[in-house]
């Protein structure tokens, strides 16, 4: 059984209306959940505590688990930090 946009869309107003700030989907092993045309997110595992996703999306698009995106970003201001100091 897959979630129409139809039902995307009443979950997505419904949460915005909540206060919350996302859309929460259920999937079982084997389905996906698709982000714009070209991204797909598949359940590929399910053990315990700990769900595996694949995720199938362009090159171009990074994708990093989100403790990963955070140490990049600190990374980055820690150069352009470092790179103002040394202009100065």
Known sequence: MS???KACVEALTTAIKEGE???VLSR????SIMIGDNIIITVVGIRSDKVRLGI???L???V???EVY???QRDRQGNISSGAAENT
């Open 56 to 58: 199938d999306a362009p």
């Open 28 to 31: 079982r092993l084997h389905e």
């Open 64 to 66: 990093h688990r989100k």
């Open 3 to 5: 979630i129409s946009t």
């Open 60 to 62: 171009e698009i990074p």
């Open 70 to 72: 955070e140490a990049i």
């Open 21 to 23: 700030e996302m859309l």
